[in-house]
């Protein structure tokens, strides 16, 4: 018989013909996974992937760095730069710890927080990602000095103490605004005390010694201010508009008898104050954290990757290979997964081959929550079962 010669375009086809034989029984003796095991012992056996669980996760916000240990109740830390913030217990990322101990410019600083969170109406926002009851009170290490707040924040009561442990100083807040101050001395005798508009000042010390407060009057806000003798009687009345005398002032002896009077601006002559009509406050609506997760996603069939990869460990293993693995990686917010470590049975013999495997895989999609990007630490688990 004579030869077939094949010229441009057919011998072309049959030489593409080949090569893609040629590689489909590659890809089939692959996908087969025919191996003879190095060790007796790990023949008719089969490596299993039985999924993956997330240990750790880590993010940039602005700057600060949040690592999050994952568990039954995740551990938070947080730091800024170098400098270690905080750290407290997160569940479903509300946190759960009875207080937080932290540091702000090397103040040292400890909160309480209220675990009741199904009763309470408004949280915090800590870092962008977790969310608090109430604070119920913060203490400044270096000051001494601690804030109170009401189940919903709005009212606040601040403590200053004197090295001693006596209160120096009492602060309320409502809605922002101080309506009301104590203050003692060391020995815990009082020096002022104010509430709202009324200012009380003790001198000497548990003494009373003058008051300021506006009342009305004859239609006009008038600001009274009155003093007293150390006696307890009265020293002297005086009255003010707008910063100016007015009204009759009165001066008294330390017997409390009136000894004189000093006419000023009559009330008449005051003008008249346009009142407006009282406004009924509405508190703004609590704010609602949501947060929008994308989980991580390898960029081709992970399946079918690690099934490959751990065959092949197994059949070139020379120790034998049973039960139960994990291996741990680290997974960079580039997607460029890391081995970390491996645990199981003879481990530390397949431990190069893991790293190996980790290191050929392709990019991952890094999981992202709420437009950030993580970094995490991932177990993956595998089990070498007995074929049947």
């Known amino acids: 018989m004579n030869p ?71 551990t938070v830390s947080v730091h800024k730069g170098n400098q270690f913030i905080t750290t407290f217990l997160s569940q479903y990322g509300h946190i759960v710890s009875t207080s937080i101990d932290y540091l702000i410019d ?38 001494g000095a601690q804030a109170y707040y009401d189940v919903y924040g709005a009212d606040s009561l601040y403590v200053n103490r004197y ?31 104010k509430y709202h508009s009324r200012e009380t000042t003790y001198e000497p010390p548990g003494l009373l010694h003058s008051q300021q407060y506006d009342t009305l009057m004859d239609g006009r806000t008038i600001h009274c201010k009155t ?37 000023k601006t009559p009330l008449h002559k005051l003008p008249m104050e346009v009142r407006e009509p009282p406004r009924a406050y509405a508190p703004p609506d609590p704010s609602i954290f949501r947060t929008v997760s994308i989980q991580e996603a390898y960029q081709g069939n992970l399946n079918a990757f690690l099934h490959t990869e751990m065959t092949r460990i197994l059949c070139a293993s020379s120790k034998e290979l049973k039960g139960n693995y994990t291996v741990r990686t680290y997974l960079n917010i580039e997607g460029r997964m ?45 089990k070498v079962t007995e074929n049947k």
Request: with cysteine; hydrophobic share 35%; charged share 25%.
């Open 106 to 143: 090397g103040v040292a600083y400890t909160d309480t927080l209220d675990l009741n969170t199904d009763t309470r109406k408004v949280k915090y926002d800590y870092y962008g990602n977790f969310t608090s009851a109430q604070l119920f009170t913060t203490y400044n290490h270096s000051t």
């Open 163 to 193: 090295d001693n442990g006596q209160v120096q100083k009492m602060i309320w807040v409502n809605y922002g605004t101080e309506y009301a101050r104590k203050q003692w001395n060391m020995e815990g005798k009082l020096l002022y005390e």
């Open 4 to 74: 077939i010669i094949l010229k441009g375009k057919r011998k072309l086809a049959l030489l593409i013909a080949i090569l893609s034989l040629s590689a489909c029984c590659v890809l089939q003796v692959n996908a087969q996974d025919n191996c003879k095991a190095k060790l007796k012992a790990n023949r008719n056996k089969s490596f299993i992937y039985e999924g993956k669980d997330r240990i750790e996760e880590s993010y940039e916000f602005g700057v600060y760095s949040v690592s999050i240990k994952k568990g039954k109740i995740d």
């Open 227 to 263: 003093t007293w003798y150390e006696n307890g009687a009265p020293e002297s009345v005086a009255y003010f508009y707008d910063g100016k005398p007015c009204h009759v002032w009165s001066y008294y002896d330390r017997s409390g008898k009136l000894i004189k009077t000093a006419k």
């Open 338 to 382: 890391r081995f970390v470590s491996a645990r199981g049975e003879n481990s530390e013999a397949i431990a190069p081959a893991l790293q190996q495997m980790i290191d050929k895989m392709d990019l991952w999609k890094p999981t992202r929550e709420n437009g950030r990007t993580l970094a995490l630490v991932l177990d993956f688990r595998f």
